[in-house]
């Protein structure tokens, strides 16, 4: 019997029949299948309804069972003997009745010798339990024949303990009592009329384990007492010390704790500093990450448990991505696919339904049926990111790429390249099929930078491109960045469109003849230095002769920065010249700038530079060996564009960055252009008419002369070209820029209140007001900024004052209002 649809077991069951639970990493049906195999049964009728392709798809005909089975749907609900009926057919010798969602070891051989010792028609299994309350009641003789039933008793009713445990050994002529069309039950109408008739109808009380498995609270007691032995179960894997069993490819790191009974499902992997509490059970393919505590946890198959998870009594479905500092109190249950943020908290007994996002840092007090704390759309910040192999899997990789082929033209062709990493190599080759099977071309670079990519898209015949990388910081992320025809960023819009094709799954599938076909640029490297050189002074550089590090931090610019040094004639120490993944994973800004500052220093050397790995941010270390910060290397850049360009020349910043910025500008005859944010609303504006320069505050440059993107060889070729064109020295050039004071803070916010935060800043404040990004408040002395994060639940804070101390006490002040105004903050005062 496994039509049932166990909706007291939701939102485990929302997806998935019942039957179809994992216990103890197997479904509970193929306990029960096992079960009667080893009974000798070889033949089995599955009646199914709820999801029955689940079912089916996973047992198939039964042989990898050793056993033969057939199924029978049922399109009504028709009872549970009216179910039995509708598999009649298949029925015409004595047979056996057993759920397929319970969890039993009884000796099934023992009820079937006294049914036919007793010369039944009908022995229905009995079980002894504490409450009978929740089943019906079945009282016998001594002799076992039923004296009557007793269907969900009150106390005053309970006679016996001994319930109907769904176990029935059945003649074929019970079919006689089962009216046909419409829904009928063995308790409540069928056993009666065979006692009223005095057909022979006993009751065998059975010996073994029995668990109805009706709850989540009994789903994690048989857990616990299939660990415990307390039931005669074959539970899948090697049985270690301690009562562990270890599935086949599993891993678990030296320094991992495990704490028996426990077990650890196929391919599962427990990272070092990890703990296991007792009864708690990986399914397969589950990552468990360093710091993480689980007690008494039941994890389904392909789930990712991030650092510092704790969880007690806790139940989590397939593929749910727990991230880092996530907490989960007694009793919850977590749906399939469920992503929860960093450092929330699911309080005591709430559940959440599948495909449920919790965002980061969220308390959740009630469950999630049909609403999400929190938004995930496909696209991020810098494009669609997430764990390698977790979020970003090679399927979301093939169908993303399908979605962004479906928006451009069949025929047309599309520009791919990566890191150096495995999982970036893995991605990009399931991005081409997608867009090959989409009818794009694909020009493949391989290893490239993310600068060169762009390059060749917008010098070739390629209307947009992707390049696959990991998320600079974190090893185990990866990102897809899409570029449109001119190299820059998709636009939000584009993004939308992509997310809507993707999540509708309007996928365009071409004709074998139409499919994409692949192709490698022969010389884009050659091409790209071509233009490179094309776009800046090459002889006033040359001329200079000058003498510089360059750390290219294990990146790919490693493969074109050699055809750019031989045509600048510097006499150049290379340091990290080679791509490797564990060096550009490795890779500590701070740290290689510290290098680099003591070869300028003992070398003698004008510059240094720092590449990061992805090739678009730069470092720069002047002359004396100092390390510019991010807002030093901006204003240093736009005096030396300034200084040096045509009157009227036009430079965009971040409206972050500082007023002094603009006020150096002015001085030298420039204008300001001011930009959200976002690295794409500067390179958004670089595309614009008399832009000489685009910086962010995190060292990137771009110079539209050669490309409207951030790029750290250029910015470094240009550097040259500018201090060698005013004939000074970096260092003399910091030397002259203003003292600046800004500071930055981050207020959690939830998503539901940041367009109140927002509207009550704009209301309340008596101050003219930027509202390009964010709301800008301006000062005689500076200014403040509010900024709802785009991916996560905060509020950025930026302020500039006189000095650190005022931009200090301005940022607080903005932290307070903001702080006020989410519920349950302090009040607010007059300002």
């Not at 650092?307 to 749906?335: K, Q």
Request: charge should be negative; aromatic fraction near 8%.
């Amino acid at each position: 019997m496994a039509g049932g649809e166990g909706t007291r077991l939701r939102p485990l069951t929302s997806n998935q029949p019942k039957p179809m639970m994992p216990l103890v990493n197997r479904p509970m049906m193929e306990h029960i299948v096992t079960l009667l195999q080893r009974h000798g049964f070889d033949d089995i009728v599955v009646t199914v309804a709820f999801l029955a392709n689940n079912i089916r798809s996973y047992f198939g005909d039964g042989s990898e069972f050793g056993v033969r089975m057939v199924y029978a749907t049922e399109e009504t609900p028709l009872g549970t003997a009216g179910s039995v009926r509708n598999a009649m057919d298949e029925l015409d010798e004595r047979f056996l009745v057993i759920s397929g969602d319970v969890l039993t070891d009884i000796d099934i051989s023992k009820v079937m010798a006294f049914h036919d010792q007793r010369g039944a028609v009908a022995t229905i299994g009995l079980t002894a339990v504490d409450n009978p309350l929740e089943f019906g009641i079945v009282i016998t003789n001594d002799d076992g024949s039923i004296e009557r039933f007793l269907e969900k008793p009150t106390w005053g009713q309970v006679f016996s303990d001994t319930v109907n445990n769904g176990i029935f050994v059945l003649e074929p002529e019970v079919f006689d009592f089962i009216p046909p069309g419409r829904p009928v039950d063995f308790s409540a109408e069928v056993f009666p009329a065979l006692l009223e008739q005095g057909k022979p109808l006993y009751g065998y009380v059975c010996d073994g384990y029995w668990e109805d498995v009706g709850t989540l609270e009994a789903y994690m007691r048989a857990h616990a007492d299939a660990l415990d032995g307390n039931v005669e179960l074959d539970v899948p894997g090697f049985r270690m010390a301690g009562g562990v069993w270890l599935g086949e490819g599993a891993e678990v790191e030296p320094g991992a704790e495990i704490v028996g009974p426990a077990a650890i499902g196929d391919n599962s992997r427990v990272l070092a500093g990890a703990r296991l509490g007792r009864y708690t059970v990986l399914g397969s393919n589950v990552m468990v990450r360093g710091e993480a505590d689980l007690e008494r946890v039941v994890v389904h198959d392909n789930a990712y448990v991030g650092t510092g998870v704790r969880a007690r009594g806790t139940v989590i479905g397939r593929s749910c991505d727990l991230r880092a500092g996530a907490r989960c109190e007694d009793g919850v249950v977590i749906g399939d696919e469920c992503f929860v943020g960093e450092q929330a908290v699911l309080t005591a007994g709430v559940k959440i339904y599948p495909h449920k996002t919790v965002e980061a840092g969220a308390v959740v007090n009630s469950s999630l049926v049909w609403e999400s704390r929190g938004t995930r759309s496909l696209f991020g910040r810098h494009g669609v990111a997430g764990l390698a192999n977790v979020d970003i899997t090679p399927e979301l990789a093939t169908r993303v790429a399908m979605a962004y082929a479906t928006t451009l033209k069949k025929g047309t062709t599309v520009t791919t390249s990566r890191d150096s990493s495995r999982s970036a190599r893995m991605l990009k080759r399931a991005v081409m099929a997608g867009l090959n099977g989409a009818g794009v071309n694909v020009n493949d670079l391989e290893v490239a930078s993310v600068p060169v990519t762009r390059f060749e898209v917008r010098s070739q015949p390629s209307q947009g491109g992707i390049t696959v990388r990991l998320v600079p910081g974190d090893a185990q992320s990866v990102v897809l960045r899409f570029f449109d025809d001119n190299g820059i960023d998709i636009s939000t819009d584009l993004a939308r469109k992509i997310e809507r094709v993707y999540y509708r799954e309007d996928f365009r599938r071409v004709f074998p003849g139409d499919i994409g076909d692949i192709d490698f640029p022969p010389r884009s490297l050659e091409l790209y230095t071509a233009a490179l050189m094309a776009s800046f002074d090459v002889a006033a550089v040359r001329g200079r002769g000058f003498k510089v590090v360059a750390d290219y931090a294990y990146g790919t610019t490693a493969f074109v920065m050699p055809n750019v040094l031989a045509k600048l004639g510097a006499e150049v120490l290379v340091v990290n010249p080679y791509a490797t993944t564990p060096g550009a994973i490795a890779f500590n800004r701070d740290g290689h700038a510290a290098n680099v500052s003591a070869l300028v220093r003992s070398s003698g050397s004008q510059l240094g530079v720092v590449i990061d790995p992805d090739g678009e941010h730069v470092t720069f270390v002047d002359d004396e060996g100092h390390v510019l910060s991010d807002l030093e290397a901006s204003l240093a850049m736009v005096q030396l564009v300034a200084s040096t360009a045509e009157p009227g020349c036009r430079i965009a910043l971040p409206i972050t960055a500082s007023a002094e910025a603009e006020r150096i500008a002015r001085g030298l005859g420039a204008e300001v252009v001011w930009t959200k944010v976002a690295a794409s609303a500067l390179t958004e504006a670089a595309m614009g008419p008399g832009l000489s320069l685009a910086a962010s505050l995190d060292g990137g440059f771009a110079f539209p002369a050669f490309l409207p993107a951030f790029d750290a060889v250029a910015a470094f070729a240009n550097m040259l070209e500018l201090l060698a064109r005013t004939g000074t020295h970096l260092s003399k050039v910091v030397a002259t820029l203003p003292a600046t004071h800004v500071v930055h803070r981050a207020v959690r916010t939830p998503w539901e209140h940041k367009g109140v935060v927002m509207r009550t800043l704009v209301e309340e404040i008596d101050r003219p007001l930027v509202l390009l990004d964010g709301v800008k408040v301006l000062y005689d002395d500076g200014w403040a900024l509010a900024l709802p994060d785009p991916e996560e639940p905060l509020t950025h804070v930026w302020a500039e004052g006189r000095s650190d101390v005022e931009a200090e006490r301005r940022a607080g002040e903005y932290d307070d209002r903001i702080r006020a105004i989410l519920p349950g903050g302090p009040s607010r005062g007059p300002r």
